[in-house]
């Protein structure tokens, strides 16, 4: 039969310091997830596939796309993740995923250029998990932060119109990507919403 993949996502995030292991070596988040699955779900090592770039969720989206779901041409790809973050996450993969697509009408990158590079369509499912692990305080400021966050990709996605957009305002705009981004001050959080990404 058709081999079935598991994609863990991310680097960490930007709203937590970054896990290192006895070495001094980071801990990627997805290296996390993927070794939960194997030690305690038995799941065969050689059917995980490890994204390490990412830092949030556009990012997840992008360098998944990117690194991943096209180099092995993945037609269909269910996107799990906890019931508070999907909607965002939702709109997020929606536009990723659908950026450059041979089914796409033909519309103009941000240079004015029609956009060349295009693939098969994609069938994407998704799969809200419960909140747990959160307090109820911890939950709603993410709820609140997550509503504020999907006005911000509702823009972007208008205004980023194929993977090249994507990848320039990632590597030249976004704070955890970007060299002016990365010298930037972090971000103050309250601390309901910094124990909600420590958890």
């Known amino acids: 039969g058709t081999q079935i993949y598991i994609v863990t996502l991310s680097a960490g995030t930007a709203h937590t310091s970054q896990l290192l292991n006895k070495k001094g070596l980071p801990i990627w988040e997805s290296a996390a997830s993927a070794a939960y699955l194997v030690k305690r779900h038995g799941v065969d090592p050689k059917a995980i596939l490890m994204e390490t770039t990412s830092y ?15 180099q092995m041409g993945f037609k269909r790809i269910a996107v799990i993740t906890s019931d508070f973050h999907m909607p965002r996450s939702r709109a997020i993969f929606d536009w990723i995923f659908n950026l ?40 709603k400021a993410r709820e609140e932060r997550e509503k504020r966050s999907l006005g911000n990709v509702l823009k972007l996605a208008k205004s980023h119109k194929s993977l090249k957009d994507v990848l320039l305002f990632l590597m030249t705009d976004h704070r955890m990507y970007s060299v002016e981004g990365l010298e930037a001050e972090a971000e103050e959080i309250s601390d309901d919403l910094k124990r909600s990404y420590d958890s």
């Open 56 to 70: 949030d969720t556009i990012g997840n989206a992008f360098f998944a796309r990117t690194q991943i779901c096209d």
């Open 100 to 139: 450059d697509r041979a089914n796409s009408k033909a519309e103009k990158n941000s240079s004015g250029a029609e956009n060349k590079n295009t693939s098969a369509p994609v069938e994407i499912s998704y799969l809200a998990t419960p909140n747990a692990g959160l307090s109820n305080e911890e939950v």
